[in-house]
């Protein structure tokens, strides 16, 4: 068992801990617009893969998503799995900590609105991001040097709180800020998503999760947030002095960096793909699989082949491989 990521001193046994916090979750992936824990459906997506989470749905949201037959106990079990939840990185002490001076406060501020200290909301945002990079869920991750500073002064901060101690100094000298825009019709009108990118000296992350986009390091510059820079140029940097300060944001930008988002990952999942489908071809004929048999394998796939819920189960994917290679090497032995 390997140490806790958080104190590095007590072993990491603590299960199921959130990456990001449920609550955030709840808001931004219920199926019903809730924002309930259990009515959930998220889908992470990076190049190399498709997860899919779900909560407790009705027979009919698993009939909408999953193909007949492509589901079986063991396979729900795994939906089951928060794909933003890790075992054994935190050990139970520091969970407990994030949990009662950062998540719970955050939670509750989003809930009514009433106030809170601006060096929790930091912190809280601090954590989210540092625990984002050390697990590397989203695929991207900061600096091991700006993970171990954002480290070192997140446990600080946690024990100052834990022991009555005041934590005006850590705050003062810790090098870190934030922006955070709120997009507030976004959740009513579009799906929810998450995402999360860094700079390229990897020392400052934009993180987007749902309705919020937070940009966060030591640096308040940022040259590419999926075309939010104009509004993090007019947003305040939030230092934990003073009460959080969003930049209200339209709803037609947030939009279009979802799009933007998704075909950056398209793009780079598609590249994967056939690289893939190289090896296979390689492996069984010779060379690269054509290019054109390739195009038909992707969009079966992402099509009508496979259901939304079953197009990252490369599993099920040989099927459609064998019976489209097949009719391929068919008709062109029939046509040479």
């Not at 899919?52 to 079990?77: A, C, M, Q, W």
């Not at 709803?251 to 489908?277: H, T, W």
């Not at 259901?307 to 046509?335: A, C, T, V």
Request: proline share 4%; charged share 25%.
């Amino acid at each position: 068992m390997d140490n806790c990521l958080l104190c590095k001193n007590a072993e990491a046994t603590q299960t199921n801990s959130h990456i990001v916090p449920s609550f955030l979750g709840a808001r931004i992936f219920s199926y019903d617009g809730s924002g309930k824990r259990g009515k959930d459906i998220a889908f992470t997506l990076t190049a190399t893969r498709q997860k899919v989470h779900t909560g407790d749905l009705p027979s009919t949201k698993y009939e909408e998503l999953f193909g007949e037959g492509s589901l079986n106990e063991d396979r729900i079990n795994e939906l089951k799995v928060d794909s933003l939840a890790k075992d054994y990185y935190l050990c139970p002490q520091c969970e407990k900590l994030l949990a009662e001076y950062l998540e719970s406060p955050y939670a509750s501020f989003l809930k009514s609105g009433k106030h809170i200290p601006g060096d929790i909301s930091l912190f809280f945002w601090m954590s989210v991001v540092w625990r984002i990079s050390i697990t590397k869920v989203l695929g991207d991750w900061l600096s091991p040097d700006v993970e171990e500073c954002m480290r070192n002064y997140l446990f600080s901060y946690l024990e100052h709180k834990k022991l009555g101690i005041d934590t005006k100094t850590i705050v003062e000298k810790m090098p870190f800020r934030y922006k955070i825009l709120y997009c507030p019709e976004y959740l009513s009108n579009d799906a929810g998503f998450v995402n999360f990118k860094t700079n390229e000296t990897h020392d400052s992350a934009a993180f987007i999760c749902g309705d919020t986009a937070v940009f966060i390091g030591i640096d308040s510059n940022v040259n590419d947030f999926w075309g939010l820079e104009g509004y993090l140029d007019e947003a305040t940097s939030n230092t934990g002095i003073q009460a959080e300060n969003r930049c209200i944001v339209p709803m037609e930008p947030f939009v279009d960096a979802k799009k933007a988002i998704i075909q950056s990952f398209v793009k780079g999942k598609i590249e994967y793909e056939r690289n893939v489908l190289n090896q296979i071809w390689a492996k069984h004929i010779s060379g690269e699989m054509p290019i054109e048999l390739q195009n038909e394998i992707i969009e079966s796939i992402h099509g009508e082949g496979l259901k939304l819920g079953d197009r990252g189960e490369m599993k099920l994917w040989p099927p459609i491989i064998f019976e489209k290679m097949s009719n391929y090497i068919k008709e062109h032995s029939q046509n040479p």
